[in-house]
C-alpha cells in the first residue's frame, strides 16, 4: 500500500525544510527547475574524504543483476541499453555489495528524462548522470569519491569539461557536487503544459 500524501509531505518538510517542500510542489505541478554544473578539469582534482572503505570499478554486463539488486527501480531495458550505447557506470562496493553508482557518458547528454529535451555536448565535454548512494551509506563521502573517480578518467581521456544537472531542491547532492569542483553555471528552468515542455535557456538544448 503506498505511503499517504500528507505523510509524504510531512516527511520532506521535517527533513529538507520549506523551500524543498516548494520547489517540489511546483515541480509536480509543471514548473521544473534545475542547476546546470560544470566541472573544468584543467583544474586539480584532488581526494574526497570518506570514512567507509570502498572499492571502485566499471560496471560490466555480467554485474547487472547485482546492480538490479542495488537500484530495484532501475528498468532493465534501459540500463542495458545505456551501457550499449556506450555509456559508462562506475560502481562503488563494500563487502562484494554495491553502495553506490554514478553514471556517465562522453558522447551524449541525456535530458530527456528530466527535461523532455536532449543537451548538446560542445566539444571536449562528458556528462555525468544518475548518481546514487543506498540511504543506510549516505554522508560517508561515497558520492564525491566516484565523482572524483569520474572526472579522474575522463581527464586521462582528454576531456576537458564535465558537466551535470541537478535539482535545486537537493541540498545533498549539490554538496557532493561542490566537494568534487562543480560549480553552477545556469539555472535552467522547464514549463510542462500537456504533452508539450518549453526550456529555458534554449541554447544547447535540442528538440
Given at each position: 500500500m503506498?505511503?499517504p500524501l ?8 521535517q527533513?529538507e525544510?520549506l523551500g524543498s517542500?516548494?520547489?517540489?510542489s ?13 566541472r573544468p578539469l ?6 574526497c ?16 543483476q547485482d546492480?538490479?539488486a542495488?537500484r530495484?527501480?532501475a528498468s ?16 562503488a ?5 554495491i ?8 558522447t551524449?547528454?541525456?535530458t530527456?528524462?528530466l527535461l523532455?529535451?536532449d543537451?548538446a555536448?560542445a566539444?571536449?565535454?562528458?556528462y555525468q ?10 554522508g560517508m563521502?561515497?558520492?564525491a569519491?566516484?565523482?572524483v573517480?569520474?572526472?579522474r578518467?575522463?581527464r586521462d581521456e582528454a576531456?576537458s569539461a ?6 535545486l531542491w ?11 569542483g562543480?560549480?553552477?553555471v545556469?539555472?535552467?528552468?522547464c514549463?510542462?503544459l500537456g504533452?508539450?515542455r ?5 541554447g544547447?538544448?535540442?528538440?
Amino acid at each position: 500500500m503506498s505511503e499517504p500524501l500528507w505523510k509524504r509531505v510531512w516527511r520532506t518538510l521535517q527533513k529538507e525544510g520549506l523551500g524543498s517542500l516548494w520547489l517540489k510542489s511546483l515541480d509536480a505541478l509543471g514548473y521544473r527547475r534545475l542547476y546546470l554544473l560544470r566541472r573544468p578539469l584543467v583544474e586539480p582534482i584532488g581526494d574526497c574524504p570518506m570514512t567507509l572503505p570502498v572499492e571502485i570499478g566499471w560496471l560490466t554486463f555480467e554485474e547487472l543483476q547485482d546492480y538490479f539488486a542495488f537500484r530495484p527501480d532501475a528498468s532493465r531495458h534501459d540500463v542495458t541499453q545505456q551501457l550499449l550505447q556506450g555509456d559508462r557506470c562506475l560502481v562503488a562496493r563494500h563487502e562484494d555489495r554495491i553502495v553506490g553508482a554514478m553514471w556517465g557518458s562522453s558522447t551524449r547528454a541525456s535530458t530527456t528524462p528530466l527535461l523532455g529535451r536532449d543537451l548538446a555536448l560542445a566539444a571536449g565535454e562528458a556528462y555525468q548522470f544518475d548518481a546514487y548512494t543506498l540511504p543506510e551509506v549516505r554522508g560517508m563521502g561515497i558520492a564525491a569519491t566516484l565523482s572524483v573517480a569520474w572526472l579522474r578518467h575522463l581527464r586521462d581521456e582528454a576531456c576537458s569539461a564535465a558537466i551535470r544537472m541537478t535539482f535545486l531542491w537537493n541540498v545533498a547532492a549539490l554538496r557532493s557536487h561542490a566537494k568534487a569542483g562543480y560549480r553552477v553555471v545556469a539555472v535552467v528552468r522547464c514549463f510542462r503544459l500537456g504533452s508539450r515542455r518549453y526550456v529555458f535557456p534554449r541554447g544547447r538544448f535540442m528538440a
